[in-house]
């Protein structure tokens, strides 16, 4: 069986033990990416705190073209460190703000997005600690920031002309969201690659009690208070 007929077997498997429910498919489904499918399904679940203007950093528009027609989201601005063409998987789109979100001030003022969706980029920063904060500064009060980062991934997978410095645990997202003084909605991982470790340690290190296991991704969703210190409910009325 060749690769492209392993991720076709893959795919709805995947997609029926991980989202059951799920009738949504996007482009990383259609392109056979499978960990893709994990990114883009997990954002259509939690769709009703994506609105106002939406900062997507380095993705291409092809990868995110379900949220440009969301009813809540009024404009996206696709950001990139120093290119002004994005790419990905052969798909590109032009940069609205070229800039490094890490130095200060940052490429975009104070309190001027409402959505932030910093996915596959925080391993790539050299600073991810000012990366949060001038995130944290960037949002309105009661806008959410969206991250997601490999865990156990290729190193170096932006290529020999990109950095890959960290990989970042579940408790690291909880950090560096508490020092940027975010709240943290939620908080999980995608997979778990510790059963093949019994094939190379001769131990399965699946999570347990007292470990999560190998996540393949790991992923936070973190909220700006209001200036009175209050949350601002999510649609539906739930904390």
Request: net charge negative.
């Amino acid at each position: 069986m060749n690769v492209i007929d392993r991720r076709q077997e893959l795919m709805p498997t995947q997609k029926m033990k991980h989202f059951p429910a799920s009738t949504f498919v996007g482009p990383y489904e259609r392109e056979q990416v499978i960990i893709g499918m994990f990114e883009e399904q997990w954002l259509w679940q939690n769709r009703d705190m994506i609105r106002g203007l939406v900062v997507d950093m380095s993705t291409p528009q092809h990868f995110h073209e379900y949220l440009y027609t969301l009813p809540t989201v009024q404009r996206v601005l696709i950001t990139d460190l120093d290119q002004r063409m994005v790419e990905k998987l052969g798909y590109r789109s032009r940069v609205d703000i070229v800039g490094d979100f890490c130095t200060d001030p940052a490429p975009m003022p104070p309190q001027s997005a409402d959505t932030i969706l910093c996915l596959s980029v925080m391993e790539h920063v050299e600073d991810p600690f000012a990366l949060m904060r001038n995130l944290a500064a960037i949002l309105r009060p009661g806008g959410h920031l969206f991250i997601w980062t490999p865990f156990a991934y290729t190193d170096g997978h932006m290529g020999p002309d990109g950095p890959d410095f960290w990989r970042f645990g579940r408790d690291a997202h909880l950090l560096l969201a508490k020092k940027a003084g975010l709240e943290t909605v939620d908080v999980g991982q995608f997979l778990d690659l510790g059963p093949y470790f019994e094939h190379e340690l001769g131990r399965d290190m699946s999570a347990k009690p007292w470990n999560r296991g190998v996540p393949v991704a790991n992923w936070s969703i973190h909220r700006k208070q209001q200036g009175n210190g209050k949350m601002i409910p999510r649609a539906g009325g739930d904390q």
